[in-house]
């Protein structure tokens, strides 16, 4: 069976850095670093291969893609000792693209993923700052809303720029707790209006959503062009 899925960090390293094609040019990196005991945060990378894979299939996973990536979040939580969707000290992620060769900007990045309703809560209180909690879900829920649902953009920031307003705030920096929390709120009534479902609580929805998105991104309009005026071959795939 094809491996999709190598590790790295935490004394681990399936990969290196001479695996560029297969892993791109961050997991590649990371790999490599890990490789030589430098103190490299744990993660995963799935790789270019899968990414050729997903679009011959359909954009539809493999059974076997989605038992490696719980074997790679086990990895994570192993190491960091938190536990993905857990309500009392939540593992948040990043889901990053990574060709073999630097596209800036032309593909999706999604932060702070595995924040819901419940492990905000979770996250307040274990890192003693409310208004971190509620200020890192409202960017997630913007973010995802972007990059995965395909949402409008404008209107979460009109939405903020209400919030201020109503405050007298001329600062993002002035807003507290409370005023997050109520924009979370608020950004969560434009999910449901826009997409006509509530914003995704199940934090492995969130994650394959956010893989899918990425994955995504290549034959975006943007990187598409990019690779035209760069002479990138389109079959080359990225890394996740």
Not at 116 to 130: H, M, Q
Request: proline fraction near 4%; include cysteine; glycine fraction near 12%.
């Amino acid at each position: 069976m094809t491996k999709y899925v190598y590790r790295f960090g935490g004394g681990v390293n399936d990969g290196g850095k001479g695996d560029k094609n297969l892993l791109g040019g961050k997991g590649a990196n990371l790999d490599g670093m890990a490789s030589i005991g430098l103190p490299v945060p744990p993660g995963f990378t799935i790789t270019t291969e899968m990414c050729t894979r997903y679009y011959e299939d359909g954009e539809v996973f493999p059974d076997s893609l989605i038992e490696e990536v719980k074997q790679g979040i086990a990895h994570i939580e192993a190491v960091t000792g938190k536990m993905f969707g857990d309500k009392a000290d939540p593992l948040l992620v990043s889901v990053r693209s990574g060709a073999r060769v630097s596209m800036p900007g032309m593909m999706d990045t999604v932060l702070n993923l595995g924040l819901n309703d419940e492990t905000v809560k979770g996250l307040a209180e274990a890192s003693g700052d409310a208004r971190f909690a509620w200020d890192s879900y409202r960017r997630f829920i913007q973010m995802y809303s972007d990059v995965v649902l395909g949402l409008d953009h404008s209107a979460f920031e009109e939405a903020l720029e209400i919030a201020k307003e109503d405050k007298g705030f001329h600062l993002d920096t002035q807003m507290q707790a409370e005023d997050w929390q109520a924009l979370v709120g608020e950004y969560e009534k434009i999910v449901e209006k826009q997409w006509g479902k509530p914003f995704p609580q199940d934090v492995q929805d969130q994650l394959w959503g956010a893989i899918s998105a990425v994955f995504g991104s290549w034959q975006a309009d943007r990187a598409k062009v990019y690779r035209r005026l760069n002479d990138i071959p389109g079959d080359w795939g990225t890394a996740v």
